[in-house]
């Protein structure tokens, strides 16, 4: 798979691809939706998705990530989530860009640094080896990173549903992921923006919306 070179004559349309990224129950389901009412109201085509998942052999793979009765090794958990990311690319997110449609992804590569590097302690090396080989230089525009503290996104995540796979992990585990985060937002500082959401869902909106208007005018997209 090639890196995706803009084919679009009009820099007006270029499409994006954002991702929402963050601990269990930060709000990036939540943020997702204003997300996609403000593509709507702009008029502008877009598509949601969703990681791991996306495609029907990612929502396969996804039931078997977060079931809890699951077992599996971190090593093989690490390539399941880029075996989904791969088929994710090739079959939605490329072609979606490549048609001038703007892509949203409740979660994508940053998530596998945080919970099977920082979580589960794989080498973040290894991981960078899977990523180069399986998007090619393939990168979300921009990463909003949402963050909340560890009780909170505990106490969220008690109260909305059954825990998976993931959630029935100890705090230190959590704690290992957010900070995994801050780490690559540290690392990258151009392609992140990281939002506290700990705040009312007005304010963090308001950030989050913000943060997509500012990518679209850098892209040219909202004239
Ligand atoms: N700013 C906020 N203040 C209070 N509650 C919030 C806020 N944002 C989200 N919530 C609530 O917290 C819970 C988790 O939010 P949400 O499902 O959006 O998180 P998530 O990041 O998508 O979680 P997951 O990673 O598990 O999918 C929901 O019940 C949601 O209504
Ligand atoms: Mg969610």
Same mark, same amino acid.
């Given at each position: 798979? /090639?890196?995706?070179?803009?084919?679009?004559? @009009? %820099? %007006?349309?270029?499409?994006?691809?954002?991702?929402?990224?963050?601990?269990?129950?930060?709000?990036?389901?939540?943020?997702? @939706?204003?997300? /996609? $009412?403000?593509?709507?109201?702009? @008029?502008?085509?877009?598509?949601?998705? #969703?990681?791991?998942?996306? !495609?029907?052999?990612g929502e396969q793979l996804r039931s078997l990530l977060l079931d809890p009765k699951t077992q599996v090794s971190n090593e093989t958990e690490c390539l399941l989530m880029f075996a989904a990311r791969q088929q994710h690319l090739q079959d939605v997110i490329v072609p979606a860009l490549q048609q001038g449609t703007h892509v949203i992804s409740? #979660?994508? !590569?940053? %998530? $596998?640094?945080?919970?099977?590097?920082?979580? #589960?302690?794989?080498?973040?090396?290894?991981?960078?080896?899977?990523?180069?080989w399986v998007q090619n230089g393939i990168q979300p525009d921009l990463t909003i990173i949402l963050d909340v503290p560890l009780d909170v996104s505990l106490e969220r995540i008690e109260r909305s549903r059954e825990k998976d796979r993931f959630e029935q992990?100890?705090?230190?585990?959590?704690?290992?992921?957010?900070e995994a985060y801050h780490a690559r937002v540290a690392a990258h500082p151009e392609r992140y923006v990281i939002i506290n959401a700990h705040r009312e869902r007005e304010e963090v909106k308001a950030d989050v919306i913000a943060a997509v208007n500012r990518l679209m005018q850098n892209q040219g997209a909202n004239t």
């Open positions: 798979m /090639q890196p995706l070179t803009n084919t679009s004559a @009009n %820099a %007006a349309t270029k499409p994006v691809f954002i991702s929402l990224d963050g601990i269990d129950g930060a709000g990036k389901t939540t943020h997702l @939706n204003a997300i /996609q $009412t403000w593509f709507t109201e702009q @008029n502008m085509p877009f598509i949601m998705t #969703r990681e791991p998942g996306g !495609t029907p052999l409740d #979660r994508f !590569t940053d %998530a $596998t640094f945080a919970y099977q590097g920082g979580g #589960r302690g794989l080498p973040w090396e290894k991981i960078a080896q899977l990523e180069q992990e100890q705090s230190a585990f959590f704690q290992r992921v957010r």
